[in-house]
């Protein structure tokens, strides 16, 4: 399963604590009597997800780099999981984007592939939420 197909189940909520996500996950392997292979971290660490602390909960909701797309059979679960739907505040995914890309400033090598992708991040995130990271960017583009 995608980034983009992850982001679409938590889209459907709003905002999913990781419990919530994997219950998600196994409710929709279950409806379509298959293995999933969705891989959270991965979808974190590229973006696809963001991982946003509400009220001392962390949860996760559709990132910046993602166009959210609920696979097949995901359409069901906001009626089978017992969760609300959440609304978590553009403000604070966008500050919880900037602390990640920041941090990652420090473990990617300018003009290096993952440098690249995440200057590519950085526009997405301006897009999607309301953020100035052009300070990320110049530190990405150091020589």
Do not use: K
């Amino acid at each position: 399963m995608d980034g983009d197909h992850l982001a679409g189940v938590a889209d459907l909520f709003g905002g999913l604590t990781r419990d919530e996500l994997d219950d998600a996950l196994d409710e929709l392997a279950f409806r379509r009597d298959e293995n999933l292979d969705a891989d959270v971290d991965q979808a974190v660490r590229d973006y696809y997800l963001v991982g946003v602390d509400i009220d001392g909960i962390e949860m996760f909701a559709p990132g910046p780099v993602a166009f959210p797309d609920p696979p097949e059979g995901a359409e069901d679960l906001p009626h089978i999981l017992d969760v609300e739907r959440r609304e978590p505040p553009r403000e604070a995914l966008a500050e919880a984007v900037r602390n990640r890309l920041t941090t990652d400033v420090d473990q990617a090598d300018a003009g290096s592939e993952r440098a690249r992708y995440l200057v590519d991040v950085t526009y997405d995130a301006e897009a999607w939420a309301p953020v100035d990271l052009a300070d990320v960017r110049a530190a990405l583009t150091e020589d």
